[in-house]
């Protein structure tokens, strides 16, 4: 019996950790917002109980994203590897759980011919599928055959909640969660490979 397994024909990226670099102190943040260190961030400012309380946790966060939005850079082979998909007319995107000051100061000061950027303004943040799922609709394309490319747990997970195959970018050390990404990539100029070797369908006995 065989199976195929769909062709690559669309690349939703990451922002933070994946394209540009992030100083981002979670411990910090969290201590700052009275968040336990084990809970989400945002779950915990989320059900803070007034909308004051709730106003005033954001507002840090927001500081501490648009202070590391200064410092973003490109990371290595991210330019070239945009660049080769683009030459191969591959459509792509960036999901965020970035608020939207933040992602567009980033991308201002490292731009990138990405037009489709969502950020948790516009859509509920990872690993909730709605962003991934919207760029997929906007493209009328398969969520078989777009891949989502990111640095952590999250991107996997919200991946696999939009039925999209997930790419883990590890350019250090692979974490243990690795194990559930459908791909695992230590450099940009592998994605391009992996992108080459699924632009057709491929059949497996």
């Keep these: ?19 540009v670099s992030s100083e981002l102190n979670f411990s910090l943040i969290k201590a700052q917002v009275g968040c336990p260190a084990e809970q989400d961030l945002l779950d915990y400012i989320e059900q803070l109980p007034s909308p004051y309380m709730r106003e ?7 500081q501490h994203e648009l202070l590391d939005a200064q410092s973003a ?15 191969k ?23 990138l011919p990405i ?11 990872k690993p ?10 906007q493209w009328e394309m398969p969520v078989d055959n777009v891949i989502y490319v990111g640095d952590y747990l999250y991107d996997i997970q919200a991946a696999h909640n939009a039925n999209m195959r997930a790419c883990l ?13 459908d791909f695992v990539i230590h450099a940009f100029d592998e994605l391009v490979s992996l992108i080459d070797n699924y632009a057709e ?3 497996l006995c």
């Design 115 to 125: 037009e489709t950027v969502l950020t948790r303004t516009d859509a509920p943040a």
């Design 73 to 87: 850079k490109l990371l290595p082979g991210v330019v070239e590897a945009v660049k080769a998909l683009q030459a």
């Design 169 to 181: 970018y590890a350019p250090d050390v692979t974490p243990g969660y690795a194990e559930q990404a």
């Design 1 to 19: 019996m065989k199976t195929q397994i769909e062709a690559i024909k669309g690349v939703i990226f990451d922002l933070d950790g994946t394209l």
């Design 128 to 137: 909730d599928p709605s962003a991934l799922l919207t760029v997929a609709t």
């Design 56 to 62: 005033e946790a954001m507002n840090i966060v927001h």
């Design 201 to 203: 369908k491929v059949e």
């Design 89 to 111: 007319n591959i459509p792509m995107a960036i999901v965020t759980r970035n608020f939207d000051k933040a992602a567009t100061l980033k991308l201002q000061n490292n731009p």
